[in-house]
Structure formats: structure tokens, C-alpha cells
Nanobody
């Protein structure tokens, strides 16, 4: 599995961005894809996930982004999206997508990361 993340940039507080994560694997629907982020000097943080079709294809989020971020996936395009609205300066971080098979806790692949900067 290989992942390619894109869509980051500089945005003002209250603005929006959409990140994309494209996978190379044909059986993409069987993979759970997590979004994580890491700000300078901070620990990597789980943002949200879209689970494998085998796990019901559920979506979940960390509390700090609920109501502002939306994860979606298009299995035909092998792509997962992270729509980020009402962005805050504390959302500034490098965002990564990572794939794990079904409900495994082991990541099989990471995207290269895309920088999101929220600043006026």
C-alpha cells in the first residue's frame, strides 16, 4: 500500500481546507484509514478515521474536531478526504493519513504529510 496526501496550505482562522489521501491498493475498501496530525514540539495526535468496510465503514473523530471536520471516502477513487471547516490556529500541524488493514492496530503505510497552517 502506498498513500499520497495533499491539500494543505495557509488559511485564515475560520477558513476551510480539504485534504486528500490517495491509495495505490486495489482492495482499498478493506483498509481503515486514519488521519493524524503533529504540531511542532507536540506529540502526534489522532484526528479521525474511516474504518474498513469489514468493520462497517464507520467514521469517528477526536473530540476537538467534532462538528468542524468531516471524513469521507470514495472507494472507487481509492481516496479519503478530510474536510476541515472553522479552522483554528491550534489546528496548525502537519497532517498525515495512514492505512491499516481491517481492524489491525499496525499501520502498513503512511502518506508523506501535508502542512496546514491557520494564521491571520
Amino acid at each position: 500500500v502506498q498513500l499520497q496526501a495533499s491539500g494543505g496550505g495557509l488559511v485564515q482562522p475560520g477558513g476551510s481546507l480539504r485534504l486528500s489521501c490517495v491509495a495505490s491498493v486495489r482492495t482499498f475498501s478493506l483498509y481503515t484509514v486514519d488521519w493524524l496530525r503533529q504540531a511542532p514540539g507536540k506529540e502526534r495526535e489522532f484526528v479521525g478515521a474511516t474504518t474498513s468496510a469489514l468493520s462497517g465503514g464507520t467514521i469517528n473523530y477526536v473530540d476537538s474536531v467534532k462538528g468542524r471536520f468531516t471524513i469521507s471516502r470514495d472507494n472507487a477513487k481509492r481516496t479519503v478526504y478530510l474536510q476541515m471547516n472553522s479552522l483554528k490556529p491550534e489546528d496548525t500541524a502537519k497532517y498525515y493519513c495512514a492505512a491499516r488493514y481491517y481492524s489491525s492496530s499496525q499501520y502498513l503505510a503512511w502518506g508523506q504529510g501535508t502542512q496546514v497552517t491557520v494564521s491571520s
